[in-house]
């Protein structure tokens, strides 16, 4: 009796876990599972002393739990790794990111960074189309989803859900001819906007649905794998988002996190990068199989300061297009 | 921790040493008063505190009592669409429910159906295995990307929605996760169906079906009523379900908005929720009575004899291939289905020898760490919470016994409270409680304990109630014994009670074990980093597109609750009658 009491409290004790090691390093990311993983692994393969360890779910989820955290006063992470620039640079107003002014961005675009060194995008992710191989039709348009082939046929991501989503909806309403009214049209065609791009790759990769806009590096690395998708560049050009990394201020570890941004900015960092499927941020550590040159890929402009003060009104106008 | 007596016989002893500490030490022993106020403390903290501060947060979130703000955040058109669909879903499961669990009900204890016990066991896995986990199995079940159907040649065409999502499906599956809740509460009440009754009707000429519709219906009537009250309960309550099945085609019910408001939106939006929160803690609650009301009238009113029993003859054969065949529809297929959506690469691989891969076990397993963590952090969290319920569950118990039988039933009403309401109203008023920092303890939210305390709270009823069960059936005379021959309360407790009290601990322990292990409602909102639980990386992986290594995570945790299963069967003959609602 005394025994299994004395093994309740221990059990209960081990619950906190092992009080902050130095090198323990906590890191919020929009990836997928199985790309975090890897990311830290081979960072901690890098830096044996560090352990770190990871929270993943969809950018206004990991935001909505970080606000939470920084109102019980007790933010968790010291690295955010999360899909679009938008999201960082509202942080930054805040005052919640740290300066990293000597961060080894050699070989990377300036324009792909804070002139501030508060975040550092780390690649290259466009959206484009999915389709399913046995859809009756090989999209090549954005208004191609509008078609009655594709009538309920046709799955997106919700910018409730993600990061990237939320920055295509915005570049398409902006870019395209017909604005909102493209959005109507998918609504009015039985699109269904509900979770976030992994949802739409398990949709059209299982079958349930044909065609879904989507992030490129799921259907490109999917199809290695058998998976029977394909990706589509379309001829209007694509909206892209470059995943940025950002130390936050309250970072308990901040040296840790400066050696994970720099690995992250590094020709490895770069080139795992590209191992797992993605344009990387610097041109040099070259390009994963399944993708056109980066030349051809046209990369459609959007407005990031109107996007971050207009960001609940677009979410509010997106749900209800969309009829939700 | 609460000592108590039944009896308070001449048991102090006439000459003791009466040093400071001794005295406080015999205080501690002796006084009955201090008990009784120790349970009670216990049940404030644990049952009533998170009702209170979700109420107050939800009517007056600024410190004043302003229905007319509450009322406003319930009529957006969300709210309302969402609440119907709530009420939609669960009283239709409900009824789905009642029409697949009672005639079990009636064939496994009123007949001689060959195999009943394992047929009942069966039966009731679908309310220990995890709604998300079934929901996740029927959602590979079928649709176009079936792995199994594909196996076979007959998956749907490419392009079919998965008929599983949205209103049907959730329908569907509520009905199969409730329907033991109505084959436990209706097999009680034919239990109390007495034999001479049947007997009487048989021998003047009527049919069974006529003796089970004009007599044995009328009697069970009551058990009828809250065995579907309870379905519904459960229905409306429901996260997993609605969350695989319903939120990736926007069907949202009011857990599910909940959860995406809160999880979108972040603590901004807490007044909101917690008003969303109450409204379904009320819809829960009017079952709950509904059900209570119901069975009050069920009881006095028949002398309970020797149960009733028909004997099925020729139809015994039959009808046990149609129970069989119903369990491999309802149980056995979908889980076969899952078992082979977790050994292919990807999602929408057909699966032969050439693709089969143990890789997703291997992934959920042993490379990721967050998997990992959570199978640690899942096991520490509902076995901490099994182990200490069990510990205090006993002294609770013998507690509670000595107040009188009005109180008793009040004190019990609260502790069933925090279980009645659904997991995710507990799960904000946690957040409500915790979040904003306390004084000595700080902050719990991103911390374990909080995961902790909210399971405390809400397996509390699920400890107390074999131990409860009993203990009120201990004889007196032991302990009246022990006492005569001068044992203290505090010794009688530890040495003759608390024995006897065991076998039922351990049980309330195990059952607290497989639900706290599996579920997803409670921490879906309360995880953190290195704190996930199962119930939310397999969410996490299926929410991240990663459906094959959900599946292998979901497989692995059916392995490990039959093993539980199995294991509290063997306990069963050690147990008073009807701790096990399969024996």
Known sequence: MRQLLAAAIVMAAGLHPAFALDGKLVLYTSQPNTDAQQTTDAFMAKNPGIKVEWVRDGTPKIMAKLRAEIEAGNPQPDVLLLSDVVTMEGLKKEGRLLAFKDANTDGIDPALMDRDGTYFSTKLITTGIIYNTKAPFVPSSWSDLTKPEAKNLVSMPSPLTSGAAMIHTVTLTENLPGGWDFYAELA?????AAGGNGDVLKAVSGGDKLFGMIVDYMPIREKAKGAPVEFVFPKEGVSAVTEPVAILSTAKNPEAAKAFVNFLLSEEGQKLAVSMGYIPAR??????AGYPDRSTIKVLAFDAAGALTNDTANKEKFSEVMGQ | MAVSQSIRPNERPASRDAGSLSILWRKLRYDTRLSGLAVLVVIFLLSLVPVLRLVSTAIAPGGEVDFVAFASRLASPAVIRATFNTLDTSFFGALLALVIGAPFAVALSMTDLPGRRTLGFLLLLPLMIA???MALS?????????TLLGAFNLSPLPGTANPLLGRDGIILLYAIQ???????????GLMRVPRDLVEAARSSGSSPLRVLLTIILPMVRPYVVAATALAFVSGVGNFGIPALLGMPVNYLTLTTLIYQRISSFGPSVLPQVAALSVLIAILALLGVTLQALALRRSGHRFTVGTPARFSLGGWRLPLALIGWIAILFMLILPVLALVTTALIPSFGVPLNWATLTFSNFEEVLFRQ???NRAFRNSTMLAGGTALLLAFGAVPLAIGLERFSRLSQRIFHGMIELPYALPGIVLAIACILLFLRPLPFIGSLYATPWIILAAYLMRFFALAMKPVTAAVGQMSRDLDEAAAVSGAYPLRRMLTIIAPLAAPAAVAGAL???MSAFNELTVSALLWSSGNETLGVVLFSLEEAGLGTQAAAI???????????LFLLDRLGRRLPAGVLPWR
């Open chain 2, 178 to 188: 409730h329907a033991p809740i109505i084959f436990i509460t209706l097999r009680a």
């Open chain 1, 188 to 192: 009015k065609n039985g699109a269904q």
């Open chain 2, 369 to 371: 760490a967050s998997t």
């Open chain 2, 131 to 133: 709604p998300q986990v």
């Open chain 2, 138 to 146: 029927w959602l590979h079940l079928f649709g176009p990307s079936s």
């Open chain 2, 511 to 513: 059952l607290v074990f």
């Open chain 2, 554 to 564: 979901a497989v692995t945790t059916i392995v490990i609750v039959v093993g539980l």
């Open chain 1, 283 to 288: 041109p040099d550590a070259g390009l994963p």
